[in-house]
């Protein structure tokens, strides 16, 4: 089984016939779609950071009254960081007079020299040498909430090593970043060291040291994420569907090692995967909110919100059945061009997502820490809308019984383009497993093992 198709037959954009008939149907009332290209997930990322350091404890209260607060108050650079690390902590601004529980921990708890900036970030310097004359910066990647990111060369290494490119995470001078990035360290080592033919599709950490008081992860070198190559590729009109197979079976190749070492992302996205220069194979990256799958600390702002799974958002215990979830809006996406599930809230997620796939079952509501936050006794939704003459939020009780959405009819061309046999079984197919990817129910989706022998991925 190649998970690498030869870049000759590799085609990432539709053929204009592929394009007409795979237009995305909007359905009655299914409201705005966004495009994938041209979302940020740092925004929302950076709402939900807040709402936790916060310690948020009323659900309901937070998906309808502090966003616009949080973002004015966000003191991070709006940067998209492939390789930040994720921890539950941010800086914010102006926020102590508004905190009035148990506040975040301080930041900067380190002593800084001048390698740091305020905010202990480390001061890059292109031409820099790193580790000892090991590595020489040549260009930065930016920087994220956590940590920046550098490319450099290999000067001094292992035979046929010099010259290499890497990509080097200078995590922030600070106790907690610290420690997060060492974890990060220590599960890439796992991965790695269970997969060492390298063919699981997971980015490659090659080492770890320190530099004036900074942890830094050294990183093969990989090209673009898989927005920017929906954003290139497919704006607003998706991939290829032979292109989103091969992706299909590089991501689940990626669910079955960490399901073997036991591990969960807990942040898939187009973001979060790498791809080569011929943009044939891919890579998972940014496991910097991946843990042991016995840790399940419940928290309603794990994952970036549009990839974010029921349970999490109920607060039911969560398994790697997560990440299953976070892979099919991920595939949908890359053959549409648009976001399945763009909720602004933890609230409208859920409406949407029940619009979808229908009610949720009442034994999972009965579990759920938060499920009293969005249901009532009778199994009615809460749902917070805005109203359109006041602006204000109302909650409107809604009873839903049945799908109103139907993502065959999303999927499927329109009636007056005929698809030929095999496109029509191909498309099937693939409608098909994203149905199997988002069960409402994590017991009842497909398991990485089952998703790589499923006719979409088989193919």
């Known amino acids: 089984m190649s998970a690498s198709p030869a870049p000759g037959n590799f085609e990432l954009s539709k053929d204009e016939e592929e394009d007409a008939k795979a237009q995305v149907q909007m359905e009655p009332n299914s409201g705005e779609q966004i495009s994938a290209a041209d979302y940020d997930p740092s925004l929302d990322r950076r709402e939900d950071e807040q709402k936790r350091v916060l310690g948020a404890q009323d659900t309901h209260a937070d998906d309808v009254e502090m966003v616009e607060e949080e973002v004015e108050e966000e003191e991070e650079e709006d940067v998209d960081d492939m390789f930040a690390a994720l921890t539950g902590e941010k800086k914010i601004k102006k926020v102590k007079r508004v905190v009035k529980k ?75 970043m610290y420690r997060a990035g060492q974890k990060e360290a220590q599960i890439l080592q796992k991965l790695g060291q269970a997969d060492p033919e390298d063919k699981k599709h997971i ?34 009109v998706g991939l290829n569907i032979r292109a989103v197979r091969a992706y299909g079976l590089q991501l689940f190749l990626a669910m079955s090692l960490l399901r073997k070492c036991n591990i969960m992302h807990a942040d898939i996205k187009p973001d979060n995967i790498l791809v080569n ?3 044939t194979v891919l890579k998972l990256c940014d496991l910097g909110s991946a843990s042991d799958a016995s840790e399940n600390d419940i928290t309603p702002y794990l994952v970036s ?27 949908y996406e890359l053959y549409t061009g648009k976001i399945l599930f763009p909720g602004r809230s933890n609230n409208q997620m859920l409406l949407l997502m029940m619009e979808l796939k229908g009610r949720f079952n009442s034994k999972m509501i009965k579990k759920a820490k938060f499920g009293d936050v969005y249901f009532d006794d009778l199994g009615g939704f809460q749902s917070v809308e805005t109203d359109r003459v006041t602006g204000a939020n109302v909650v409107r009780q809604i009873h839903i019984t049945k799908p109103s959405r139907d993502l065959r009819a999303r999927l499927m061309p329109p009636s007056s383009a005929k698809l030929k046999d095999d496109e029509l079984k191909t498309l099937t197919s693939f409608i098909d497993l994203l149905d199997k990817c988002l069960a409402l129910d994590p017991a009842k989706r497909i398991t990485p093992k089952e998703a790589l022998v499923h006719p979409f991925i088989r193919g």
Request: hydrophobic letters at 35%.
């Open 305 to 331: 919100r549009f990839y974010r799974a029921p349970e999490i958002i109920l607060g039911v215990p969560y398994d790697p059945a997560l990440d299953i979830w976070s892979i099919g809006c991920t595939l």
């Open 277 to 279: 220069e011929h943009k």
């Open 102 to 176: 148990p506040a975040a921990p301080a930041l900067i708890t380190t002593t800084l020299d001048s390698a740091s900036d305020p905010e202990g970030y480390y001061q890059v310097i292109l031409g820099e040498q790193l580790d000892g004359g090991r590595y020489q910066v040549f260009s930065s990647l930016g920087k994220g909430m956590f940590a920046n990111v550098v490319k450099a060369r290999v000067l001094q290494g292992e035979p046929g090593e010099t010259g290499r490119e890497v990509a080097i995470k200078i995590i922030r001078s600070q106790e907690s």
């Open 203 to 236: 980015v490659r950490l090659d080492r770890t040291f320190e530099h004036r008081g900074h942890l830094c992860l050294v990183f093969e070198s990989l090209s673009m994420n898989l927005r920017d190559v929906v954003k290139r590729f497919g704006k607003d």
